[in-house]
């Protein structure tokens, strides 16, 4: 019986020192409980893969998430607008259009995101003396990009070249991309 009481004990020890960080769902969005649950295990996993095959670590908490109109993401977009921004507090904006739960692709944005995520939690995002912006922001960019193909194709996907914008530094210190087919 000791052993059985240990047994059960070291589980209930094991499970809750493992249990995943929940999710925080800002803004208007239409997701049962069922896709909030479904999701918050999404980018627990996607959370888990970067930590395996990058050197960061496993991030011990979900970013906050948002859906929001497209429109918000870029009120002057009317071609190639994004569908997702991480926000310089943390913060992942997700458009509403995104059918994260039955496009790999779509999914692969997320994935990306919280790659900016855990650059954000690491340090990245703080600006080093002597760098250039417009550099450090090409980068992490570059970086989740990298992150992302590799994750989407070890899920049996394939980016093409011309699904990827091109970024580049521009005249004005800023970061700015081609679009994804240009």
């Keep these: 019986m000791f052993q059985c009481l240990f047994v059960s004990v070291f589980l209930f020890l094991s499970c809750s020192a493992f249990a995943d960080p929940k999710l925080t769902l800002l803004g208007e969005h239409a997701l049962t409980r069922f896709e909030q649950a479904d999701l918050a295990l999404m980018m627990n996993d996607m959370l888990r893969w970067i930590a395996k095959h990058s050197a960061y670590p496993r991030a011990n908490e979900l970013p906050v998430v948002e859906f929001v109109p497209p429109k918000v993401l870029d009120p002057e977009c009317e071609h190639y607008c994004p569908v997702a921004q991480f926000t310089p507090e943390g913060k992942l904006l997700l458009s509403k ?67 990827t914008p091109q970024f580049f530094c521009g005249n004005d210190g800023k970061l700015s991309a081609y679009p994804a087919d240009h």
């Design 97 to 163: 259009v995104l059918d994260i739960f039955h496009d790999p692709l779509e999914a692969s944005v997320v994935f990306h995101e919280l790659a900016h995520y855990v650059q954000w939690r690491s340090g990245k995002y703080i600006h080093k003396e002597g760098a250039s912006e417009c550099e450090e922001d090409l980068a992490r960019e570059n970086e989740a990009y990298a992150m992302q193909h590799a994750y989407y194709s070890a899920h049996g996907g394939y980016l093409m070249p011309f699904q």
